[in-house]
Structures are given as structure tokens and as C-alpha cells.
């Protein structure tokens, strides 16, 4: 402790180190909030700048941050989460009571009891109480719904919170997604969900799955070096990585930053404000011409006046109407409960009855988000004993099962890339220009296709070579629709509701998945809708491709949702369906959107 001696403090030994790392640390920190400055306004284009200078920008290493450092970045950047607008309970509920029919309620409320004194009489008590328990039962039955359904969705969501594999002073520890930041190194395998964005470090090159971000059915191949994104999956290799964006800085967070900042106003909402503003200019009409007459002309006095004043208040109101359509839309929403989806807006029920145009996403919507043989194939396995089995190798390209059949004799086949298994074959130089041709037939209709091949084995063990190899089948890959999928589009059809493929998927796809489920072929890559491209198209305008195109396919579907507001501002009900939330055709265009986690069946309306 320090020692005082009249004025003067003399600082012992202890306190003055305790100073002098306190001045240290202060000024680490402010070092490293300039450092980092250009991170954090993102004027460095960490997702494509050299894996060297990420390291430089971010002031890290390979061997990972240390604690101190983390939670000096989590002062900075944020924790690596979409963090939701927090909305007083209080104001909630009295928002329900904001909008034009309440406040003809409210107004005749104040009538009745602060206006209708005078002439020996009381003011009107019992119709103030009554039109207070409306308006109170109205926004309770509302705030009640709404509120359980945020609640059930926020314990949805935070039962999916992933965790990460993180090197933190020297040592690799688990922790939650939520507290990783830009800088930390990350482990990477097989099934894992990808925190955050972040650049791959040496090693192998991985498989990652992007479906739920650009609708592509189809792994990518990430090498080392190159980025990837919070959200998608790898589905082969194990690497490390480091992180360059977090929270509401990736791209996820940057597409999610479109849908709440939606200023767009509801179908139902605006049909009420309709009712609402035509009741109160029917009714202050009415009132002005009744004053004139029974206070002008007849003479009445004070207190009969207000009493056919508040009759014709009352009565020029729906009054029970609020309460009514959200009892009914409680109704709704329950039944809607049964079938485990869950209403985060008792509105979009209304909305999503009423829709014209239905835009779905077509990977794990539409289809089961599975590539699978497009043909029934005969099952042989079950007569066959496993001798050996080979995994798939990023070198070879290939699988290999040696097997005994039912007679006792040794074979052994091989599934992978075509190339690698017309490599393999004897015939290859008769077979060749066929199989590229079948390749090509496949493709045209967005298939993928496999190559089998098999040898047999004379000598009766799996580490011999085998005889030669004889190309034998192609197996035609497809991401198949759901079993309902067909069926769902009929009756929205019948219904009158078109429907429209919005995927980043290729645009054979788009079509060959069209032509399946019966929605049509008529579909056009994402390029047709940008002003650039407008000669492609002729004298068609894009309002009118729009609205007669089956779908749109492609990257940059990201930027379509300009010219689909054209056709929502030309009086289309709109609405979005999707499994998660992407950059296309974001949902703060669309009249009623909606979305459903990953691999969950719920669905928020």
C-alpha cells in the first residue's frame, strides 16, 4: 500500500509494478484496437488477400490467441452471433393497441367516461369498462401467441448452438461458437458445422457442403487457402483454419442483416389500417353533421348530445372485430402447433392464405438434399461375404470392395470419379466416346454420374492385383424431390398460388427437378434479371419474365430480389418458403417469408 506522509505519497515497490502493468496493458489495448482497425471497418479483403497477410491483418499466429487477446477481440468485433433486437414486454403488448380501429375504441372509451358528465347523470361506466376488456383481451390473446412462439423458437435455437475445436494458449480446448473471434485457429473434420467464415490452413483439401447458403446440392472443393462460410458443412477431410469473420460480419450474418431491416407492411395490417381509416373518416363526418344538427339546430343539451355523440361512436366501429380475427388467428396458429410448426407472427397466417406467387428454394426444400442413384437398382449384396473394403482416397478418386459370391469365386469392384475408373479398364479405348456420351446425356438433365468397374480375383486374397478390370455400369446421381413435394405444388396450383424455384443450384438442375415435380421448365439463369443482361432478353420486359418463369437458377441470385419487388409492388401477394435463411431473394422483400433450420422439420412462419 501506499505510504502517506503529510501530502507527499510514497509508492512502494508492489504498487508501482501494479501501475506500470496497468499502463502496459492499457496501452496493449489500444495498440491493438488501431491494428485492428482496418478489420474491423472491413477495408481488407481478408477472403482473398495471401494466407500470409490474413496472419499480418489479424495479428495472430498459427499457434492461436491467447485468452487475454480473445476477450480484448470480443470487446472489438462482438461474439460470433446474430444478436436480436431486445423488445420491452411492455411496449409489445401495448403495440397492439396502436392501429387505427383501436384508437376509435380508445377515443370512445375517453368519451365515455372523462365527456358524458352533466345533466345529473354519471358518466357511462359500463360502456367504458366493456370497451377496455376488448381492447385488453384483443392484444392479450395476440401477445400470448406471439410470445410462445418466440420462446419456443429461441429454445430451438439455442439447442442448435454448435460448438468449436479452438487452439487457445497452446492448448486445443472445446468451447461455444458464440465466444469465437477473429484470428483464433480452428479444427476442422468430418461433420463438423463451420462456426464461422474463416481460411483454410495446410493440408488436405475438404468437401464442404454449402447447401444451406447457395442452394447447391453438390459439395465444393475447398483447398488450402481458399475461404469458406459460417453455416455450411464439411463432409470429407480434416483441416485447420483460421477465422477472419464473425457474427454479423459473415457472409450468414450479412444476408440474416437483410431480413430485419424489412420495412415492408403486411397484407392483413394493411387491409385493418383500410377498415380502420374509413371507419374514423365515416364516423367524423357523422359526428360533425350531428353536432351541427342536434346542438345548431335542434337545441339539445350538453349531456343528451354526448349520448348520441358516443351511440354513433360506438356503433360505426367494428368494435369485436380485433378481437374476433385474433381469436380466430389463435385458432390457427394452434392448429398449425399440432403439425410442429411454430407462428413467430400470428399475421403471416393470414398472409400466407392470401398469397398469389410462392417462391421456394429447391435444395432440402422441394428435395431431400441426398444424392442418390436416380434408378432403382436389383440388390445383389445380400449374397455376397466382405472380404475388404477400400475408402474413397482424394487420390485415387475411388472406392474398392473385394467380395466372395455365392459360389465361392473372389471379385472385386471399384465405384468413383468416370475418369478414374475408364482409366482402370482394359476396353477403355472401345468403350470410351459411349461412356463420355452417356456423361454428357446425363448432364444435360443436372445428373452426376459414377463409374463402376470390376475384376476378378483368381488368387483368393484381398492384397492380390486381380485380373483386369472391365468398365461394366454409370450410376446416374440426382438429389431426389421429397416424397410430398409433388403433391404440396398440385394443390397450390389448384389453389391458384403460383409457384416458383428460387436456387443457386445449376440450371440443369433447376429444370430437371421442374420437369419432376410437375411445376415446369420454364426457367432462366439469375443473370437474366440483371440490368446488364437486358439485350439477352429482347422486348421482354423483366416484369413480365418474372411473372410467366417457372424459376431461377444460378449464383447471383442474390441480386434478383430488386426486380421481384417490381411485381410485390405491383399489388402480388409474395411469399418466400425456404430451409434456411440465404442471401436470395431475401425475406425483406417478400410479403410473407418464412424459414426452417437445417435439418429440422419445424417451420417458422
Known amino acids: 500500500m501506499p505510504i502517506r506522509f503529510h501530502n507527499f505519497v510514497i509508492l512502494t515497490h508492489f504498487d508501482l509494478k501494479l501501475k506500470i502493468e496497468g499502463e502496459q496493458k492499457i496501452k496493449k489495448m489500444v495498440e491493438g484496437t488501431m491494428s485492428l482497425d482496418a478489420v474491423i471497418k472491413e477495408a481488407v479483403d481478408l477472403e482473398n488477400i495471401p494466407i500470409e497477410e490474413v496472419f499480418d491483418n489479424l495479428k495472430c499466429t498459427k499457434e492461436g490467441l491467447t485468452s487475454e487477446e480473445v476477450q480484448e477481440r470480443l470487446d472489438m468485433f462482438g461474439y460470433n452471433k446474430l444478436e436480436e433486437k431486445k423488445e420491452s414486454k411492455i411496449l409489445k403488448f401495448l403495440g397492439f393497441m396502436w392501429n387505427p380501429l383501436s384508437w376509435v375504441m380508445e377515443a370512445a372509451a375517453l368519451m365515455a367516461i372523462a365527456m ?18 376488448l381492447l385488453i383481451i384483443n392484444s392479450t390473446i395476440s401477445f400470448i401467441e406471439e410470445n410462445n412462439a418466440g420462446n419456443a423458437a429461441a429454445a430451438l435455437m439455442a439447442r442448435l448452438a454448435p460448438k468449436a475445436k479452438v ?14 473471434v477473429p ?36 459439395p465444393v472443393t475447398k483447398h488450402p487457402g481458399e475461404g469458406v462460410y459460417s453455416g455450411s458443412t464439411c463432409k470429407q477431410g480434416e483441416i485447420e483454419v483460421v477465422v477472419i469473420a464473425t ?26 389500417t383500410s377498415i380502420g381509416n374509413f371507419c374514423i373518416c365515416s364516423i367524423a363526418i357523422g359526428m360533425i353533421i350531428e353536432i351541427i344538427v342536434i346542438y345548431g339546430v335542434h337545441g339539445y343539451g350538453y349531456r343528451n348530445g354526448i349520448d348520441n355523440l358516443l351511440v354513433l361512436l360506438i356503433g360505426g366501429i367494428p368494435i ?37 406467387v410462392l417462391c421456394s428454394d429447391k435444395t432440402g426444400t422441394l428435395t431431400l438434399n441426398k444424392l442418390t442413384v436416380d434408378k432403382e437398382m436389383i440388390e445383389a449384396r445380400a449374397g455376397i461375404k466382405e472380404v475388404h473394403f477400400l475408402p474413397f482416397n482424394p487420390t485415387d478418386k475411388r472406392t474398392a470392395l473385394t467380395y466372395i459370391d455365392g459360389a465361392g469365386n473372389m471379385h472385386r469392384v471399384s465405384k468413383g470419379a468416370p475418369e478414374q475408373i475408364l482409366n482402370l479398364a482394359q476396353n477403355k479405348a472401345e468403350i470410351e466416346r459411349k461412356v463420355h456420351a452417356m ?62 424455384m428460387i436456387t443457386g443450384d445449376q440450371l440443369a438442375i433447376g429444370k430437371e427437378t ?33 411473372e410467366k418463369a417457372d424459376g431461377f437458377a444460378g449464383e447471383g441470385v442474390t441480386k434478383t430480389s430488386t426486380s421481384t419487388s417490381k411485381v410485390i409492388d405491383s399489388g402480388t401477394v409474395f411469399s418466400r418458403g425456404g430451409r434456411a435463411l440465404r442471401g436470395d431473394l431475401g425475406e425483406n422483400n417478400s410479403t410473407s417469408g418464412y424459414k426452417t433450420p437445417d435439418n429440422l422439420s419445424w417451420n417458422l412462419l
Open 116 to 133: 358524458a358528465h352533466g345533466g345529473g347523470k354519471r358518466g357511462d361506466y359500463q360502456d367504458f369498462v366493456g370497451i377496455i376488456i
Open 183 to 218: 484470428g483464433d485457429i480452428v479444427s476442422i473434420k468430418l461433420g463438423d458445422i463451420i462456426p464461422a467464415d474463416a481460411r483454410l490452413l495446410e493440408g488436405d483439401p475438404l468437401k464442404i457442403d454449402q447447401s444451406a447458403l447457395t442452394g447447391e446440392s453438390l
Open 514 to 546: 421442374g420437369r419432376r415435380l410437375g411445376m415446369g421448365t420454364n426457367m432462366y439463369p439469375s443473370s437474366s434479371l440483371l440490368s446488364e443482361n437486358k439485350d439477352q432478353l429482347g422486348a421482354v420486359s423483366i416484369d413480365d419474365l418474372i
Open 247 to 272: 457474427g454479423v460480419h459473415t457472409f450468414f450474418g450479412k444476408a440474416a442483416h437483410l431480413v430485419e431491416n424489412t420495412t415492408h407492411v403486411g397484407h392483413f395490417q394493411q387491409v385493418l
Open 439 to 500: 456423361i454428357d446425356k446425363f448432364a444435360e438433365r443436372g445428373l452426376r454420374s459414377l463409374g463402376i468397374a470390376r475384376q476378378e480375383v483368381p488368387e483368393g486374397s484381398k492384397e492380390s492385383a486381380g485380373g483386369p478390370w472391365e468398365f461394366v455400369a454409370l450410376l446416374p446421381l440426382f438429389d431426389p424431390p421429397r416424397h410430398d413435394s409433388a403433391e404440396t405444388i398440385r394443390r397450390a396450383l389448384d389453389l391458384g398460388v403460383s409457384v416458383k
Open 320 to 356: 369485436a372485430m380485433p378481437t374476433v380475427l385474433s381469436v380466430t388467428m389463435a385458432i390457427g396458429s394452434h392448429k398449425l402447433s399440432q403439425q410442429g410448426a411454430i407462428t413467430k407472427r400470428m399475421t403471416a397466417i393470414e398472409e400466407m392464405a392470401g398469397m398469389d
Open 167 to 180: 487452439l487457445r494458449d497452446g492448448k486445443w480446448s472445446e468451447e461455444d461458437a458464440s465466444v469465437l
